[in-house]
């Protein structure tokens, strides 16, 4: 193993890292850009932002901004800087069927490199199967060993014993729940995620101990209301609003009911039913991540969303291909779904609710790191966000909930200088996005497409 290292400034690298870095300087000015700062204030012409020791140390127009002499100057006319991607809903593993079963295999290999190329500077890995792995490449990836964004690592799941996947972690009672918190805890896990038949005595135990560390309690729920778990203090609810089963009129206390779709496909568009229960999530202060890739229909869309189908091993991407037309012009139920959808997040948003962003690579396959990312900002323009607002769910409402938006999460002076620069200009065509040039992670330029270029063919296998 070769352990030689090459500085970047107070940062060191080793070789296989060093290779994508763009851009290493102490002094950095990217000249003559469009700023759309995450704020959610409108984006801004000619901008020149300064970077200094991995701080943003100056940002304001071109024309005034002095750029220092010993920078090293970046032309952006034309492009777009953003801040760096704050994505809560992100796994490093991805769905490997076994044999007719669902399952999921750990991806420590690509996807790292894929959240960071798609421009995600920080993630949370909402529910792990190899949390032990997570945790590490967490601390490779901060000593420069490897590729990848910084990591709220969230410990494994907390679900009852009910579906046949392997991979998946489970308890058998809330004592047990409770004694899963404060091992992984103790091991360096940040968060925790309630799983499907988690009961409400599971989501009371798993919140009181996670409290006590001032960390944090998401769910994908089926068994628990969004209203029970709001009770419960728990912090975020994952999957929009396509995981509530709030409106089965004949639910049951602790089971996961089979009509739970059906209630939401009976449920209109505008019902006073889900206004008031955003209303009563706002209230406690509960948070809705966004997941719109993994639920997005297939009928005339992409095959592999944000573009990826390149990066997928040849057997892997013949698989999906083949489901994917066997499915066209089958899914009109996951269509309509995926329309309220749209429309619930962008009521929730405008009530005042905390809405951030996530992309779930699993379900079908077709959703992978970091080309689902840009993907999740392209759906959010879908459903009626403006590039702005997209931009600001997909980084400072990221931040606000990590307790980081001091540090990330916007464009400010102080702040460390996590940016993605983009060869193109997002509110004129939202699909720019994709042309990620640089992404900059406290001050170091990465080469976002040779990173991509570096793990084609390479998903599925590690």
Request: proline letters at 4%; one cysteine or more.
């Given at each position: 193993m070769c352990s030689t290292i090459v500085s970047a400034k107070a940062q060191q690298f080793t070789p296989q890292v060093s290779q994508y870095i763009k851009t290493q300087a102490s002094t950095i000015a990217?000249?003559?850009?469009?700023?759309?700062?995450?704020?959610?204030?409108?984006?801004?012409?000619?901008?020149?932002?300064?970077?200094?020791?991995g701080r943003i140390e100056q940002i304001g127009n071109?024309?005034?901004?002095?750029?220092?002499?010993?920078?090293?100057?970046?032309?952006?006319?034309?492009?777009?800087?953003?801040?760096?991607?704050?994505?809560?809903?992100?796994?490093?593993?991805?769905?490997?069927?076994?044999?007719?079963?669902?399952?999921?295999?750990?991806?420590?290999?690509?996807?790292?490199?894929?959240?960071?190329?798609?421009?995600?500077?920080?993630?949370?890995?909402?529910?792990?199967?190899?949390?032990?792995?997570?945790?590490?490449?967490?601390?490779?990836?901060?000593?420069?060993?490897?590729?990848?964004?910084?990591?709220?690592?969230?410990?494994?799941?907390?679900?009852?014993?009910?579906?046949?996947?392997?991979?998946?972690?489970?308890?058998?009672?809330?004592?047990?729940?409770?004694?899963?918190?404060?091992?992984?805890?103790?091991?360096?896990?940040?968060?925790?995620?309630?799983?499907?038949?988690?009961?409400?005595?599971?989501?009371?135990?798993?919140?009181?101990?996670?409290?006590?560390?001032?960390?944090?309690?998401?769910?994908?729920?089926?068994?628990?209301?969004?209203?029970?778990?709001?009770?419960?203090?728990?912090?975020n609810l994952e999957h929009g609003f396509l995981a509530s089963t709030d409106f089965v009129s004949d639910k049951q206390e602790n089971e996961c009911p089979s009509s739970a779709r059906q209630s939401l496909l009976d449920l209109d568009e505008n019902s006073s039913q889900m206004k008031s229960l955003m209303q009563f999530l706002i209230s406690k202060g509960v948070a809705i991540t966004s997941t719109l890739p993994v639920f997005e229909?297939?009928?005339?869309?992409?095959?592999?969303?944000?573009?990826?189908?390149?990066?997928?091993?040849?057997?892997?991407?013949?698989?999906i291909h083949s489901k994917w037309e066997a499915a066209q012009n089958k899914d009109s139920v996951s269509a309509v779904l995926f329309k309220k959808e749209l429309a619930w997040e962008k009521q929730y948003f405008d009530a005042g609710g905390l809405l951030v962003a996530g992309t779930d690579p699993t379900g079908a396959g077709r959703t992978i790191a970091g080309y689902a990312?840009?993907?999740?900002?392209?759906?959010?323009?879908?459903?009626?966000?403006?590039?702005?607002?997209?931009?600001?769910?997909?980084?400072?409402?990221?931040?606000?909930?990590?307790?980081?938006?001091?540090?990330?999460?916007?464009?400010?002076?102080?702040?460390?200088?996590?940016?993605?620069l983009i060869n193109g200009d997002l509110e004129k065509d939202i699909q720019e996005v994709r042309k990620t040039e640089l992404v900059f992670k406290n001050g170091v330029g990465f080469d976002s497409q040779k990173i991509f270029e570096s793990v084609k063919g390479k998903v599925g296998l590690n």
């Amino acid at each position: 193993m070769c352990s030689t290292i090459v500085s970047a400034k107070a940062q060191q690298f080793t070789p296989q890292v060093s290779q994508y870095i763009k851009t290493q300087a102490s002094t950095i000015a990217l000249t003559d850009a469009k700023v759309i700062d995450g704020t959610g204030k409108p984006a801004k012409l000619q901008q020149t932002v300064i970077i200094k020791d991995g701080r943003i140390e100056q940002i304001g127009n071109a024309k005034k901004v002095r750029v220092p002499k010993d920078a090293e100057v970046i032309n952006c006319s034309g492009k777009t800087i953003i801040p760096g991607l704050v994505m809560l809903h992100e796994h490093l593993y991805y769905t490997m069927p076994l044999e007719s079963y669902f399952n999921i295999s750990e991806m420590p290999a690509t996807f790292p490199k894929l959240y960071l190329a798609g421009g995600a500077t920080t993630i949370r890995t909402a529910g792990s199967i190899e949390p032990q792995t997570d945790l590490t490449l967490k601390r490779m990836i901060r000593e420069g060993k490897l590729i990848g964004p910084d990591m709220d690592v969230t410990a494994p799941y907390i679900e009852r014993q009910a579906f046949d996947i392997p991979a998946l972690n489970t308890v058998k009672d809330e004592n047990e729940a409770a004694a899963s918190v404060n091992f992984w805890a103790d091991k360096g896990c940040t968060s925790y995620k309630m799983y499907m038949h988690a009961t409400k005595e599971d989501l009371a135990a798993v919140v009181r101990e996670a409290h006590k560390r001032n960390q944090k309690v998401t769910g994908h729920l089926c068994s628990i209301t969004y209203r029970e778990a709001a009770e419960l203090s728990i912090d975020n609810l994952e999957h929009g609003f396509l995981a509530s089963t709030d409106f089965v009129s004949d639910k049951q206390e602790n089971e996961c009911p089979s009509s739970a779709r059906q209630s939401l496909l009976d449920l209109d568009e505008n019902s006073s039913q889900m206004k008031s229960l955003m209303q009563f999530l706002i209230s406690k202060g509960v948070a809705i991540t966004s997941t719109l890739p993994v639920f997005e229909p297939y009928t005339n869309r992409e095959v592999v969303l944000g573009g990826g189908s390149e990066a997928l091993l040849p057997e892997v991407r013949n698989s999906i291909h083949s489901k994917w037309e066997a499915a066209q012009n089958k899914d009109s139920v996951s269509a309509v779904l995926f329309k309220k959808e749209l429309a619930w997040e962008k009521q929730y948003f405008d009530a005042g609710g905390l809405l951030v962003a996530g992309t779930d690579p699993t379900g079908a396959g077709r959703t992978i790191a970091g080309y689902a990312n840009h993907r999740q900002i392209e759906l959010l323009v879908e459903g009626g966000f403006t590039p702005v607002e997209a931009v600001k769910i997909s980084t400072l409402n990221g931040a606000v909930y990590l307790g980081r938006e001091k540090e990330i999460g916007t464009i400010e002076q102080g702040k460390k200088a996590d940016l993605v620069l983009i060869n193109g200009d997002l509110e004129k065509d939202i699909q720019e996005v994709r042309k990620t040039e640089l992404v900059f992670k406290n001050g170091v330029g990465f080469d976002s497409q040779k990173i991509f270029e570096s793990v084609k063919g390479k998903v599925g296998l590690n």
